[in-house]
T-cell receptor, first 113, second 116 residues
């Protein structure tokens, strides 16, 4: 069985602060994929990143960065110098090769001006 | 990039009626599409996996006779909520997978269904 845990329900920060979203996963598969999606108030899901289980390199994309640690089964996401436009619900997700995604509960990020 | 179009974006229907939601992959062929449901302030829950030309595979607890899925072509899957009731009010989102690849699954923009 696959499971994704996002322990933080809500995070509120002031603009320009950094915010880190935690994601812990469980799977028995040796090959799997991890994702982060952003869901703004409009509802659509915006793809942020996909990482396969054999690639533990951290990744940076602009103000976004991801830390993948297989030893702790974590795939954490950091927004640096947050902006009001970053306010959204962020989902971590896990999939095996059959494409189905198992989503975490989501973390609501509120960035205040 | 890959685009998935989902219509309608919002629909209000009377209890007991049926509602059809369409999900189209605009610039790629999608052999597999997925339908998710999201209740307010909750996560996305997979309802079913739709494969072109074959019957959909439903997740445990999802009534296949109530949520009819048809995937008649490589670019179109439809979800019909039959005899809708207020408890079916939710946000329904489809996603499409490209053939032979495990990409970041392109999602439609979602359909907010309200049953009154």
């Amino acid at each position: 069985a696959q499971k994704v845990t996002q322990a933080q329900t809500e995070i509120s920060v002031v603009e320009k602060e950094d915010v880190t979203l935690d994601c812990v996963y469980e799977t028995r598969d040796t090959t799997y994929y991890l994702f982060w999606y952003k869901q703004p108030p409009s509802g659509e899901l915006v793809f942020l990143i996909r990482r396969n289980s054999f690639d533990e390199q951290n990744e940076i994309s602009g103000r976004y960065s991801w830390n993948f640690q297989k030893s702790t089964s974590s795939f954490n996401f950091t927004i640096t110098a947050s902006q009001v436009v970053d306010s959204a619900v962020y989902f971590c997700a896990l999939s095996f090769n059959d494409y189905k995604l198992s989503f975490g509960a989501g973390t609501t990020v509120t960035v205040r001006a | 990039g890959a685009v998935v179009s989902q219509h309608p974006s919002r629909v209000i229907c009377k209890s007991g009626t049926s509602v059809k939601i369409e999900c189209r992959s605009l610039d790629f062929q999608a052999t597999t599409m997925f339908w998710y449901r999201q209740f307010p302030k909750q996560s996305l829950m997979l309802m079913a996996t739709s494969n072109e030309g074959s019957k959909a595979t439903y997740e445990q607890g999802v009534e296949k006779d109530k949520f009819l899925i048809n995937h008649a072509s490589l670019t179109l899957s439809t979800l019909t909520v039959t005899s809708a009731h207020p408890e079916d009010s939710s946000f329904y989102i489809c996603s499409a997978a490209r053939q032979g690849a495990n990409y970041g699954y392109t999602f439609g923009s979602g359909t907010r269904l309200t049953v009154v």
